[in-house]
């Protein structure tokens, strides 16, 4: 397997709503960004993979409305729809095994557009669950109360977490600054699925993520600092409601075959980028990949995570922006001191079925 590297990356804004553009606009402000990061063109690209969900598009065969600003005229392109980090994993696979040289990633979401609630409850069982109504709130809600149950994590903890992330989002230009909070107020906020309340959840946001990924030749020819996809892991676990929400088996198996790609041993990446949909969920993701829960808003979640505010599908690629820019050294005001490895996580599935980890690191 060839090395692979991520020469460009590029965000659009994640805002509540962003009306003013399609689909493939708001997709094609990231790809301009990541091209010009990366220093080609979109002619240069030998293939893409992208990620979107019809649910939230509102059509069928989605990323067809992509194929223009993605460059994928009689070239070979494919789509996950899951979270965009798996996307990534996906590029990865096919530069790696010496397919492709020069590779689009890209995810896209605009939560504004449809009722999540609807949207979720298509992930139900259709002949029993979906009729009791739930959404993705109740399954956390009921996860929540038997962490908190267990001792493993209390509400203060996670209440800490989003407090952290809405500090985070106004030192990252591409989310919507948040206003501040505290633990307090967090805790006091009107109940969503008891425990968790409305600020549990990450933000709906708008908005779209783009990578330029290349073969190890290409790479050191378009940059001097490219940053390096040192492992890959994803493992999908039980439906959720065949499996207790503090078993982390999936993220586990993620972790640990994405790790043993790396040869770092027993050393300890100097960014998490942890992605969640909820607070509580964070605490769990978080300890389970190595980080330390005190260090929010700085080696974890430096960008705030998903909770400043990206949407479903794009949180993932997002973190692995964030890890790029950490291991590049040009974070801004985010930067961490002499970060070399990174850990990147995305997730997706009712109640977190599926887990998704890059380690990534800086180039040599």
């Known amino acids: 397997m060839g090395r692979v590297a991520i020469v460009g990356v ?57 194929a223009e600003v993605v460059g994928s005229y009689l070239k070979p392109e494919s789509r996950i729809c899951s979270d965009g980090i798996g996307a990534l994993l996906y590029g990865w696979a096919r530069i790696a095994d010496g397919d492709h040289r020069l590779g689009l990633v890209t995810a896209h979401c605009k939560e504004s557009e449809g009722n999540p609630a609807t949207i979720e409850g298509a992930a139900f069982d259709p002949f029993v669950q979906r009729r009791l109504g739930a959404d993705a709130d109740v399954v956390a809600g009921l996860g929540a109360r038997q962490i908190y149950a267990s001792g493993a994590f209390a ?125 509580h969920e964070l605490c769990q993701f978080a300890t389970r990949l190595g980080a330390e829960l005190a260090e929010a808003g700085g080696t974890l979640n430096p960008s705030g995570g998903r909770h400043a505010g990206n949407p479903v599908t794009v949180s993932g690629l997002s973190r692995v922006v964030e890890c790029v820019h950490q291991l590049r050294g040009d974070a801004g005001p985010r930067q961490q001191h002499d970060a070399q490895r990174a850990l990147a996580h995305g997730v997706a599935g009712l109640g977190a079925q599926t887990h998704f980890v890059a380690a990534l690191e800086a180039g040599d």
Request: glycine residues 6%.
């Open 155 to 279: 509400p203060t903890d996670a209440a800490a977490l989003v407090v952290e992330a809405r500090a985070a989002s106004a030192a990252n230009p591409k989310v919507t600054t948040l206003e501040p909070m505290t633990v307090a107020e967090v805790l006091d906020a009107p109940r969503s699925a008891t425990p968790l309340g409305v600020f549990d959840r990450a933000p709906n946001r708008d908005g779209s993520c783009a990578l330029i990924i290349a073969a190890e030749e290409v790479a050191r020819d378009l940059s001097d600092n490219p940053v390096w996809i040192a492992g890959v892991g994803t493992a999908t676990g039980k439906y959720w409601a065949d499996r207790h929400p503090g078993d982390l088996s999936a993220l586990d198996r993620a972790r640990d075959g994405a790790v043993a790609m790396t040869g770092w041993g027993t050393d300890v990446p100097d960014v998490f980028e942890v992605s969640a949909q909820y607070a």
């Open 10 to 66: 590029g965000q659009s804004v994640h805002a509540r709503d962003r009306h003013d553009v399609a689909y493939a606009e708001l997709l094609l402000e990231a790809i301009d960004e990541a091209l010009d990061d990366a220093g080609v063109e979109l002619s240069d690209i030998d293939n893409a993979v992208t990620a979107s969900l019809d649910f939230y598009d509102g059509r069928t065969i989605a990323n067809m409305a992509a």
